[in-house]
């Protein structure tokens, strides 16, 4: 059974920094692109960022570009993202999710089950 | 300001069929494949259309998803109470390298 578990999220003051993980079990994570997605409160889906397979190839969006680092740690079956200069609009649940690609992108087939981030003083 | 369009609510009664659209430009919907997920208010998405219009296995085949140009729409038929939830398109955007997502649209079984 596919599993990803994120973890790392919480309160944190604006300028701060939080690293996100996401650990993955039930698949061979390092056959596997890999993606973060938010949602802030009330809203809809945002996509964050993506990382290829390999890990040598990563996409931002441009509201998070420069401050957000996506990373992965295939011996630990982990997706990370450094988040920093982190601000109130950054509020919301991140999901981590998992694409049917390698280092071409399709569709998500399974979603983590979020971590909330609130940006708040 | 979503880069996909949809609307944001739609609603039927029991048995009945809706749809949901999709609108988008070229270098997304138009030049690549469109995926709908499903989201329950509390909890994490769902795929529940892929590719256009491929169903993963556990999905009713109430459900039906098809794409013409830069739109693509999703239909539920023999609507039921379960149904209810928000439904976002989504599809890789090649100019922005990256995934676009509509703003969703909230069904509503009355």
């Known amino acids: ?27 061979t994570f390092s056959d596997y692109a890999m ?69 071409t992108f399709y569709y998500f087939d399974f979603w983590g089950q979020g971590t909330p981030v609130t940006v708040s003083s | 300001q979503s880069v996909l369009t949809q609307p944001p609510s739609a609603s039927g009664t029991p048995g009945q069929r809706v749809t949901i659209s999709c609108s988008g430009s070229s270098s997304n919907v138009g030049g690549n494949t469109v995926n709908w997920y499903q989201q329950v208010p509390g909890r994490a998405p769902k795929l529940f259309i892929h590719t256009n219009n491929q169903r993963p296995s556990g999905v009713p085949d109430r459900f039906s998803g098809s794409k013409s140009g830069t739109s693509a729409s999703l239909g539920i038929s023999g609507l039921q109470s379960e149904d209810e939830a928000d439904y976002y398109c989504a599809a890789w955007d090649d100019s922005l390298n990256g995934w676009v997502f509509g703003g969703g649209t909230k069904l509503t079984v009355l």
């Open chain 1, 1 to 27: 059974e596919v599993q990803l578990l994120g973890s790392g999220g919480g309160l944190i003051q604006p300028g701060g920094s939080l690293r996100l993980s996401c650990t993955a079990s039930g698949f």
């Open chain 1, 35 to 103: 993606s973060w997605v938010r949602q802030s409160p009330g809203k809809g889906l945002e996509w964050v960022s993506s990382i290829s397979g390999s890990g040598g190839s990563t996409y931002y969006a441009d509201s998070v570009k420069g401050r957000f680092t996506i990373s992965r740690d295939d011996s630990k079956n982990t997706l990370y993202v450094q988040m920093i200069g982190l601000r109130a609009e950054d509020t919301a649940v991140y999901y981590c999710a998992k694409d049917i690609g390698y280092s």
